[in-house]
């Protein structure tokens, strides 16, 4: 009998639970962390999507097997949630399925579209998904950039000149999880002509769609016309409505691949609790102060947060998007990698980040700092971060203390 799997064999240890780990501890020995490391909202959703989610499972019938592609009010939902955002138009019988968040629905697509020993173009860094999906499906992973620069289209040249069999599926996600990068349409229209070019599938992971800063709203894929010849997107409400632990995200697009996420799905499960379908319907189709609302909080915690840092020593760009902030080492602690000083930080300035290692190689030397706690909070970090980095022989900028 094997003591090895094959599969497991595949996955290297995630390095991020490391820090996860040493979180746990620190707060079951009583330790207050402001926990800055899991992109988990601290918010709830709205009043009259909880109401609905209530009056739902109040019905004897709600509580029987739903349905894997998602109920059909969901996914007419979601199309029109494509038509008012994007001006798309989406056929909610052919061209959506309700997944149980975007993670779930890129992983099991993964199942449904890849063999042993596919080639898939996947960005670095990037959420482990986007990677590890196609591995545990057995494919091959070539990296390219997250950084949408001439580089970028220059190293999707070489992965179809030199790579062998030629790739099939490129994975991109903008706003970027974990770099916050973002993307303008003209990018994806250049995206959509490569992608018939060469004949490769484009998924798109548009989790963060709502949480643009600055004006500047996050375009999708699918507004390129022809763009649902090749391309599907995955949704989710996780952030945008608050409603991450209950798993519901989307995908959007084309009919071929659409179909085969279907047929999978159909052997793995029977799709979320029907309540909490007729929920998610609520907060798509009523009042949208939720969006505009948790788009003000966060990017008041984002200028709260690179103001705050940077007093304190710690210079870290703004975001564009998304909850989180791509943060490069402070210099002079550069040489202990991601890892150990997210470890240092945990320790020593009781702030948990998440190491930029563990989202893949061009990751180091960064962290993910997710704007999940509520202003004084990150106030709070600052100071600690301050202290820890004066304990490391770092000066203070003379502007004034955080």
Known sequence: MS??????KRLPPYVIAEVNAMRAAARAAGEDIIDLGMGNPDLPPPDHVIAKLCEVAQKP???????????P?????QANYYGRRFGVDIDPETEVVVTMGSKEGLASLANAITAP??????????YPIHMFGFIIAGATIRSVPTTPDEHYWESLERAMAFTVPRPSILVVG????????????????????????????????????????DGNPTPSILQVPGAKDVAVEFTSLSKTYSMA???????????????????????????AFTPIQAA???ALNGPQDIVQKNRELYH???????????????EIPAPKASMFAWAPLPPALKGMGSLEFSKQLLTHAKVAVAPGVGYGEDGEGYVRIAMVENEQRLRQAARNIKQYLKSMGINTPAKGAA
Request: proline letters at 3%.
């Open 73 to 77: 009010g969901l996914r007419k939902a």
């Open 300 to 314: 008041r915690r984002r200028d709260v947060m690179v103001e705050a840092f940077g007093r304190a020593g710690w």
């Open 117 to 126: 020993g596919d080639v898939v173009l996947a960005p670095n860094p990037s």
């Open 280 to 282: 998610a319907c609520a």
């Open 3 to 8: 003591e090895e799997f094959y599969r497991m």
């Open 61 to 71: 019938s709600a509580h029987g097997y739903s349905q894997s592609m998602g109920i």
């Open 245 to 271: 632990g209950w798993r519901i995200g989307f995908a959007v697009g084309n009919r071929q691949l659409i179909a085969a996420l279907k047929r999978v799905k159909s052997y793995l499960d029977y799709g």
């Open 174 to 213: 903008y706003p970027s999880n974990p770099t916050a990068e973002t993307v303008d349409l003209a990018f994806y229209e250049r995206l959509v002509a490569w992608a018939k070019e060469n004949n490769v599938w484009i998924l798109s992971d548009l989790a963060y769609s709502e949480l643009y800063y």
